[in-house]
C-alpha cells in the first residue's frame, strides 16, 4: 500500500469561481475547485503539465478580479489540475484569504433554470 502525505500548507476552502490561465503560448478558462493563499484546486478548459508556471486571472463573485502572477502546477489529473501559488505576492495572499472569508458567508453555489 503507498502512503501519501498531505503537503497542503492550509485548510482548503471550497471556492467556486471563474478563472482564466494562461503560460503565454495558450489562454484557458475554467473553474476553482478549492483555494487558499498558497494553493488550489482548478478544473480547467486546457491540458497543463506539472512544473508549468501559469498565469492565473481569479474572478470572484463577490469582489474584482485578483491576478496572479505566478502559479505552479504540482499535479494533474485529466482536465483538473493544483496550483502552488507564489509566496512572496503577499498582497494577492491577503485577498484570497478575503475571498475565502466573503465565500463562507455566501451560499456556495447557486442553481438557475
Not at 485577498?95 to 433554470?113: G, I
Request: glycine share 8%; net charge neutral; hydrophobic share 40%.
Amino acid at each position: 500500500m503507498m502512503f501519501h502525505s498531505d503537503k497542503r500548507m492550509g485548510l482548503r476552502v471550497p471556492i467556486t469561481c471563474a478563472v482564466y490561465y494562461s503560460n503565454g503560448a495558450f489562454h484557458a478558462s475554467g473553474i476553482t475547485a478549492n483555494l487558499t493563499h498558497s494553493g488550489g484546486c482548478l478544473h480547467g478548459s486546457h491540458d497543463v503539465q506539472v512544473g508549468m508556471e501559469l498565469m492565473l486571472l481569479l474572478i470572484p463573485p463577490t469582489q474584482s478580479a485578483l491576478l496572479i502572477k505566478k502559479a505552479t502546477v504540482r499535479w494533474v489529473r485529466d482536465r483538473s489540475f493544483g496550483v502552488q501559488l507564489d509566496k512572496d505576492d503577499t498582497a494577492t495572499s491577503c485577498e484570497l484569504d478575503q475571498v475565502a472569508f466573503d465565500q463562507q458567508q455566501t451560499p456556495l453555489s447557486f442553481m438557475t433554470h
